[in-house]
């Protein structure tokens, strides 16, 4: 009885966890990235708030999926060490696949903002030739 509710508890955590830091990661992508978007279509606002909340929804899909794909565990968890050592490596997971994806996301609006004929001004600075310095 008390291994099942050793099971119960982590599993119960696992979700609790993963959901939560892939909410959190979540909002917090769409709320900045919809600044990030409007630069890279200006005048196309409304394009660029669809596609951050069509970004969204492939974030929570892949997350959850991967969440998901690894809930099982087969691993003995009778000790709290048990039940870290199995559910860290889980949680890591989850984290890499965000990094990945938002990584993989600024990579591609990166090419079509260079890719694009359109050039952005502010305070009549060509931000499409600008330097950082």
Do not use: C
Request: no cysteine.
């Amino acid at each position: 009885m008390e291994v099942m509710l050793n099971i119960l508890k982590f599993y119960s955590i696992y979700i609790v966890v993963s959901l939560g830091i892939a909410i959190w990661v979540g909002m917090t992508l769409r709320r900045n990235g919809r600044t990030f978007l409007y630069y890279s279509f200006p005048g196309h606002e409304v394009l660029a708030d669809a596609l951050n909340h069509l970004l969204q929804v492939g974030f929570y899909l892949a997350n959850l999926g991967y969440i998901a794909a690894v809930f099982r565990t087969y691993d003995p968890l009778n000790s709290p060490q048990a039940a870290l050592e199995a559910g860290v490596p889980k949680l890591g997971g989850v984290m890499l696949i965000m990094g990945f994806v938002h990584l993989f996301n600024m990579l591609i609006f990166a090419v079509l903002r260079r890719r694009s004929p359109e050039t952005t001004t502010i305070s009549g600075k060509d931000l499409n030739s600008a330097t950082v310095s």
